[in-house]
T-cell receptor, first 113, second 116 residues
Framework: DTAVSQTPKYLVTQMGNDKSIKCEQN?????MYWYKQDSKKFLKIMFS???????INETVPNRFSPKSPDKAHLNLHINSLELGDSAVYFC????????????FGPGTRLTVT | AQKITQTQPGMFVQEKEAVTLDCTYD???????LFWYKQPSSGEMIFLIY??????QNATEGRYSLNFQKARKSANLVISASQLGDSAMYFC?????????????FGTGTSLTVIP
């Protein structure tokens, strides 16, 4: 199936750990994004990658680092996890010349204990 | 100031009726885009409709239409002939076009419940 996929779907970990969330899209899109949705459902963009170049970097802690090995992947690495990092993280992508369309992955629910 | 404001935390609509979900935005940029997304209880985010700031006509996608009133800075979503499967959270969003890239802002969402 053509889609945006994320792994894992659920992630439970302890404070201080380092973890990664993977995102892959096989839609041929050239721009990928990471969003954080907090417990109040508020969505905030974290990063955007276009052709492996970071073009948006919202004021997120530098413990969060996006890594894009190729155009189809944008992984999110988080160092020294904190309780406040608990949220649902969404990956999304958009096609060339149609940035108005964003296709989201299923989300990764991160719980930090 | 909030970039995107959705003043209706929850809405109810009778099946087969039309419903309007409100969204107002705040920007000084001449070029921007407005979006609506649907998030069912399963959690995924689904793109519904897009309106560009320079688009002359209101966007429509099937049963969804965006009532774009530029002077009032509003971008309300109209869902016609509501179906039970329309019950979900709906998010309004805006993209501002900057030299450094696009900035996206989301509203706090409106929870829509369709009543049979």
């Amino acid at each position: 199936d053509t889609a945006v996929s994320q792994t894992p779907k659920y992630l439970v970990t302890q404070m201080g750990n380092d973890k990664s969330i993977k995102c892959e899209q096989n839609l041929g899109h050239d721009t990928m994004y990471w969003y954080k949705q907090d417990s109040k459902k508020f969505l905030k963009i974290m990063f955007s990658y276009n052709n492996k170049e970071l073009i948006i970097n919202e004021t997120v802690p530098n413990r969060f680092s996006p890594k894009s090995p190729d155009k189809a992947h944008l992984n999110l690495h988080i160092n020294s996890l904190e309780l406040g990092d608990s949220a649902v993280y969404f990956c999304a992508s958009s096609p060339p010349a149609r940035k108005n369309e964003q296709y989201f992955g299923p989300g990764t629910r991160l719980t930090v204990t | 100031a909030q970039k995107i404001t959705q003043t209706q935390p929850g809405m109810f609509v009778q099946e087969k009726e039309a419903v309007t979900l409100d969204c107002t935005y705040d920007t000084s940029d001449p070029s921007y885009g407005l979006f609506w997304y649907k998030q069912p209880s399963s959690g995924e985010m689904i793109f519904l409709i897009y309106q560009g700031s320079y688009d002359q006509q209101n966007a429509t996608e099937g049963r969804y239409s965006l009532n774009f009133q530029k002077a009032r800075k509003s971008a309300n979503l109209v869902i016609s002939a509501s179906q039970l499967g329309d019950s979900a959270m709906y998010f309004c969003a805006m993209r501002e076009n900057r030299d450094t890239g696009n900035q996206f802002y989301f509203g706090t969402g409106t929870s829509l419940t369709v009543i049979p």
